[in-house]
Structure formats: C-alpha cells, structure tokens
C-alpha cells in the first residue's frame, strides 16, 4: 500500500509540474525545453524519499581491529612460513645471479678437443687473491671435478646453496678471500658428517686435537668440527694463521692439507718459495691438493659451460636458530612440531646422539623457518617429553660421564709393505706419538695385521 502511495504521489508530482510548464510564455519553454530531462532526474528522487517508519536502533558494528602492516593479520607460524618461502626464493636467486652476471664467460661448452688457452683464460677471468694458474696437473683436476659420469659435481652445487653463503659470511668477517670457500669442496664434498680415515672430520676436516686447539668441543655427545658455522670460524682462525707465516695462500692452503712442518720441510729441501717450486718435495696427497683447490674453483664458476645443473639441496634453505637451555633429545622436536628427525639430524650435525646437553650452558639449535614460531608455541610440550626420550640422561652423574668422554681412537691394520712413517704421513701425526700410542720400542718391528691406533682420540 505504501508503495502505490509512493507512486501515486510521484505522479501528481509530475502532472503538477508538467501543468506549470504549459502556463509559461513560449520563450521561456524554449529555454526550459533543454532542462526536461533534469527536471525528471530531479523529480525522481522524490520516489526514494518516501517516508517510512522508522525502523528499530540497529547497533553499531565494532570496528575491525587494526591490521598491523608487517604481519597482515597473520599467525607466526603463517609469518614464518611465508619467510621462509621468501629465503628460499631469494637464496636461489642469488645462487643463479652470481653466475648470470659475474661469470662472464663464453658458452662454448668444453670438450676433449678444447685448447688448453680457453681454460686459462677462463681461470684469469677469476680474478682472486688466491693464485689460480693453469698448468696440465691443473687440467687433470678440472676433468675430474667437472665429470658427470658420478654426479659429484651436481650434489656438491646442490649443497653449495646451503653451505656457502654461510662459509663465505665467515670469511667475510675474517677479511680472507672468499675463493677459500672452495676448500670444504675437496676437503669433505661439502657434508658435514664426513669422516676420514685419520679421524679428521666435519666439512673442514679438523683432526681432534687441531679442532680442541681451535676452540671446538669435540666429545661424545658434542663435535662441533661437523658445525657449519663453527668449524668455519676455526678455519678461519687456523688459515689466518698459516698466511701469517708463508704470505702466500698456495703454500697456506698446501699446509692445511699436511701440516706448516711438511710444507717447512719441502721448502728447505728445494730451496723453493712457492708451492710450485717446491711441488716435488711435498707429501703425495699435497702435491695434488693445490691443483684440486684450482679445479673445484673453476668447476664451481664455470659448471654450465659443461652443462651441470645443481642437484636438489637436501636441507631447508631458508632456517633460522634457537637457543636451548636444557636437556633435549631432537625426537621431543620432531614428534612434537613435526619436522622429520633426517631434516634435524641435517641441520644440527654436531649433536652426535641426537641428545643436545645444555645443562651447564645453551646450545645453539638450528630449524627450518618455517618451525620456528611452531617450535617457540609448544616449548613446555616438547620438555613435558622428557621421561620418554632421556630416561637415561636425567641422572646427571650419566650426562657428565658422556660429555667428558673422548671420541674414541683411530686404529689401522699394517699391511704387507708398510713402514711406521709411511703409516704415520698418511695420518698426519708423527713416529713417535704412533709409538707412544702403541707402546712401541723400535719402528722397525712391525707384525703384518698389527693394529696401530693412529690418533689421540
């Protein structure tokens, strides 16, 4: 009914008005007969303006809360994800920016038949403080480290997206070449669990006693030498030291690998100065560590002139860390937040039992991003898991005996052949501690199967 008033009202409105403009003078139709269509649009709003009873207080609707510009709104886990998406783009991208613009390179791709004068050229491209020259020794290394037959190469690109922009932050602050990034590369293919026969372990391949030195905790629940970061800054420390006393990064780098005592005597031996002058007088495996160095640098720079692409990483590129200020065992952080104890185990190597012993101390956990705010949510439910996971490490008289014990010894069988130098060489200890260690009188009496411990812990 209402709404029939409306209408009827609206036209009366209009008839009234209609009637009006007949009674005008001619003229002043004309000047109004423009104006029609306005007067309409005009009228028409008459018809919404209808009045109506009012209806009942409707209350206010409460203003949305403010959204912080940074978060939008988010949890923190959805912000940590969302970081870690990011890292990870951003980490590929530098990956394959430095290649792209600072490897300026031709895209011949190298094949047997390639002159020796495109290799040299491609490594002075390579300017850097550490000598890089080309030589057929040299030549040897680049095939080797640039074949696709075992996919070498692929995995340690792979790894490298993870590993060395926190090598190179360390050589950074260091004020060392960051060419030395290449070194973990022969040393132990980038994996930080490696272990050699000498006992040398982590990704710089620290011997027990050189990584004590360093400021490295190596026991049975903690190595630190498979630490990422802190194995590199000891090398950073051991390398700053060995250029302060050759000044001159091929020889530094040749005692790395067989100790300042082996490269000393090589140079007082040949008369030499540099690695090269001295090259024959160095312990085998040195003589092609160097050459190894040059090769690694260059199949790193120049690994798409032999078509290598980069294996996937196996670690989360995007990771973060917490301190931990109790004891933790890594399954209470898998079970609980969800991240598979192989990424954990990836991401924290130097927790050889899985067990973290912040009793006395924090220690330094490392998560993937994307758990961090996960992780820091469920804290009081990770330790109400105590009992499940360390029934035998609440007794701290246990954790105590564990974290003082020492890693057990590196033994070796003699074989026919064999001599207690020779033997001490390749372990890189001297005669007389193997003689000491075995309780050894006279090196010359060696029993073929005789088992020698080759190192102090």
Not at 317 to 325: C, M
Request: proline share 7%; hydrophobic share 35%.
């Amino acid at each position: 009914m209402r709404s029939l008033l409306c209408l009827l009202l609206a036209a009366l409105l209009g008839a009234t008005t209609a009637s009006a403009s007949d009674r005008q003078p001619r003229k002043e139709r004309k000047k109004k007969r423009n104006r029609t269509e306005v007067v309409a649009e005009q009228a028409a709003p008459a018809v919404e303006t209808c009045p109506e009873p009012a209806d009942p207080p409707v209350a206010a609707p409460e203003p949305e809360p403010e959204v912080n510009d940074l978060t939008l709104g988010l949890t923190p886990q959805q912000v940590d994800s969302l970081v870690a998406v990011w890292r990870e783009r951003q980490r590929h991208d530098t990956y394959d920016e430095f290649f792209e613009r600072y490897i300026l390179a031709d895209t011949l791709p190298v094949a047997d038949t390639t002159p020796d004068s495109l290799y040299a050229g491609r490594l002075r491209a390579l300017v850097s403080p550490v000598p890089l020259p080309y030589n057929d020794i040299v030549k040897g290394y680049i095939a080797r480290y640039t074949s696709r037959r075992d996919g070498l190469i692929s995995r340690i690109l792979g790894l490298s997206k993870y590993y060395f922009p926190l090598i190179e932050e360390e050589l950074i602050k260091a004020e060392l070449p960051v060419e030395l990034r290449a070194l973990p590369i022969i040393e132990s293919a980038l994996q930080p669990g490696a272990t050699s026969r000498a006992g040398a372990a982590g990704l710089w391949q620290f011997m027990p006693v050189t990584g004590r030195s360093y400021g490295l905790e190596v026991n049975s629940l903690v190595d630190e030498r498979r630490d990422p970061i802190r194995s590199t800054q000891a090398a950073c420390r051991y390398l700053k030291d060995l250029y302060a006393i050759y000044h001159d990064w091929t020889l530094a780098i040749a005692a790395y690998n067989c100790g300042p005592g082996n490269v000393n005597k090589a140079i007082a031996r040949s008369g030499g100065k540099t690695f090269w002058e001295i090259y024959d007088f160095l312990p085998r495996e040195t003589r092609g560590y160097v050459p190894a160095f040059i090769g690694a640098s260059y199949a790193y720079a120049y690994h798409r002139q032999h078509d290598i692409e980069p294996a996937e990483t196996p670690v989360p590129l995007s990771v973060d860390t917490v301190h931990v200020a109790r004891l933790t065992h890594l399954e209470q952080i898998a079970s609980t937040i969800d991240v598979p104890m192989k990424t954990l185990r990836l991401l924290n190597p130097q927790y050889k039992l899985d067990i973290i012993p912040a009793t006395t101390k924090p220690y330094v956990l490392v998560l993937p991003q994307r758990n961090i705010a996960d992780y820091i949510a469920r804290e009081e439910e990770i330790r109400g898991k105590d009992s499940l996971y360390l029934k035998e490490y609440l007794d701290p008289a246990n954790l105590d005996k564990k974290r003082t014990q020492p890693a057990g010894g590196t033994y070796y069988k003699v074989k026919n052949g064999d001599t207690l130098g020779a033997i001490a060489r390749r372990y890189h200890v001297t005669t007389t501690q193997l003689m000491r260690w075995n309780g050894i009188k006279d090196a010359r009496k060696l029993r073929i199967g005789q088992r020698l411990r080759v190192s102090a812990n």
